[in-house]
């Protein structure tokens, strides 16, 4: 099945936009500024597109509750113009016309959170050309206020929001490409932050996650390092400080990093998609501080893995991983064993330069389904679970796409 979109698809999102319990899809469209909006019905298929326009360029998508109204709202960066949009919801799967706030130069990842502790969601934004951050603190109307810019280091490429010294306010972490670092800013709580407090990383670095890899109650951070093949945790003391990095061989380029419990073992695990090589590190946490060796999944010779989601596909408890290939044009699914280890690599085909993948329940069915944004051929696939399987053949969701090849790391 085919559905019309823009141009460019370059992010997207899942939620359930017109509330009736069905998963529904959000994708930023680089190359048409715009939006496109695909509600599906609760069996694995979706209506046609609806598309609204953004800024220049939109990038990278987020969903969330601005105007304390229970439904869903998006928030897309414009690459193109310096500027976010937000697009409130009304519930029945349509959408205000945008609103756009100012940003620094070339604002890439977006995430929301509550940063000055007033049950009202705010938006952070690196601005990759200018070396900053924007603030938005939002009113609960769906408004926001003018930009607060705080200075990171050398391109940010990546945030993440967490409390990173107990006072149950939430910090930011930003890793800068263009440095070799990454930025801690501690929240004041008003919606405020204090001056960033750099880490030395690894060379390129170009993703950061946090969570507590100790289990000392404590958030630590991880960051891939694209340059030189590595990624590095800093652990957290818990009250904002963090240890020197510690280091672990990835495969070539690593560009993304994902969290999980892979073995059952109440220890965090780690997941990096290697760029370059067509691999993924899997680093098993174990107690205290450290990662057992890596192992890795092999997605194939010129695969280039862009991005990767992780899930239950299988309904046997245990926590898989979806690979995008961008280089040969398939998903890889890697399904998880009992002791932690993986199986070899299923693979599915799917459209021209698959580049980002997300995954949800789209048919009602309790199982998980899987949909990937193909930037060479103009169209969004959804694969169906089935329990035991991934349905072998996607159904296609037309997009006119141009080819820019610029990742969105968010």
Not at 359 to 369: A, E, K, Q, R, S
Request: hydrophobic share 35%.
């Amino acid at each position: 099945m085919t559905y019309s979109t823009g141009s460019n698809p370059w992010s997207l999102a899942v939620g359930d936009f017109n509330n009736d319990t069905r998963l529904d899809i959000v994708v930023a469209n680089l190359g048409g500024n715009t939006v496109s909006i695909l509600l599906g019905y609760g069996n694995g298929s979706f209506a046609n597109q609806t598309t609204y326009s953004t800024g220049s360029n939109p990038k990278c998508v987020a969903i969330g509750d601005f105007n304390n109204d229970t439904l869903l709202d998006i928030v897309v960066t414009n690459t193109g113009g310096s500027t976010v949009s937000t697009l409130l919801g009304y519930g029945n799967g349509s959408f205000e016309n945008q609103t756009t706030y100012s940003t620094g130069y070339e604002p890439w990842p977006v995430t929301v959170g509550d940063f000055n502790n007033d049950t009202r969601l705010d938006i952070v934004v690196a601005n990759f050309g200018v070396n900053t951050i924007s603030i938005l603190l939002g009113y609960g109307n769906g408004s926001f206020a003018n930009q607060m810019t705080y200075s990171t280091g050398a391109a940010p490429g990546s945030v993440a929001v967490g409390d990173f010294n107990n006072d149950t306010l939430l910090d930011i972490a930003v890793a800068n490409f263009g440095d070799n670092t990454v930025s801690i800013l501690l929240g004041h709580g008003d919606g405020s932050f204090a001056n960033q407090t750099k880490y030395s990383t690894g060379s390129g670095p170009s993703s950061v996650a946090i969570d507590d890899f100790n289990n000392d109650n404590r958030l630590d951070i991880v960051v891939t390092n694209w340059n030189n093949n590595s990624i590095s945790i800093f652990l957290g003391y818990g009250n904002g400080v963090f240890t020197k990095q510690m280091t672990y061989v990835t495969g070539t380029s690593p560009s993304s990093v994902a969290v999980g419990n892979f073995n059952n073992d109440n220890q965090l695990d780690i997941v990096a998609a290697n760029a370059e090589d067509g691999s993924v590190s899997v680093y098993l946490g174990y107690p205290n501080e450290g990662f057992l060796k890596q192992m890795r999944l092999i997605t194939g010779n010129g695969s280039r893995p862009k991005s990767y989601a992780i899930g239950d596909f299988n309904n046997d408890g245990q926590i898989d991983i979806a690979v995008a290939n961008s280089g040969t044009n398939n998903i890889s699914i890697f399904l998880r064993h009992d002791n932690g280890s993986f199986g070899n690599q299923m693979a599915y085909a799917t459209d021209s330069s698959p580049w980002s993948v997300a995954v949800g329940d789209f048919n009602n069915d309790t199982i998980l389904d899987i949909v990937v944004a193909n930037l060479g051929s103009d169209n969004v696939g959804v694969f169906l679970g089935r329990g035991n399987e991934i349905s072998s053949e996607a159904m296609t969701i037309r997009l006119n796409l141009a080819n820019n090849l610029v990742k969105c790391i968010a």
